[in-house]
């Protein structure tokens, strides 16, 4: 509800003010820098921080509910399209890659890059879950956007990216995320 009463914020303001206004919509964004330091962090973080570190990943539910990933620069990049296109004024994009994974096909992944031999825990899941996100990226693709990076392109810089910077800060943190 928080979503859809901002962007009625946002409409009424280019209304009233004749502001320009565009309302983007992310999905499951993800790669380098991503928030790995929240109480449950993004599931791709989560699952490469665990198992680079030896740890079972947690998998809440049955693994099955699907997420729409967009990999950081694809993002970055439509951010550009939008500045450049004034045809985006005034209107609602989803950023998405209009493709969606199961929890479990990410694991299976990030497993197939890793080859830790490490099998996920299965935890109650969490409340209020979408059990399918997924993209519309129609409007987005008006504007000559397309998401250029594949899930496992964006895997393997994500796992390089944990690898070379978060890792290490953790360890200087004493394993804690900070």
Known sequence: MSKHGGAAFCECYRELYGMNVTIVRYFNVYGPAMDWRRVIPPVMSAFIIRMLRGE???????????????????????????????????????VGSGVNFSINEIYKLIEDLLRTGLEPIYKPDLP???????????????????????????????????????????????????
């Open 128 to 178: 209020s879950e979408a059990q399918v996100t997924l993209a519309d990226i129609s409007a987005a693709r008006e504007l000559g956007w397309e998401p250029k990076v594949d899930i496992h392109e964006g895997m393997r810089r994500s796992v390089q990216y944990i690898q070379e910077r978060v890792l290490q800060a953790i360890e200087s943190s004493g394993g804690q995320r900070t």
């Open 56 to 94: 079972q990943p947690m998998i809440y539910g049955t693994g099955e509910k699907r997420r729409d990933f967009i990999y950081v620069d694809d993002v970055n990049a439509f951010h550009l399209t939008l500045l450049e296109d004034p045809r985006s004024n005034g209107r609602a994009f989803n």
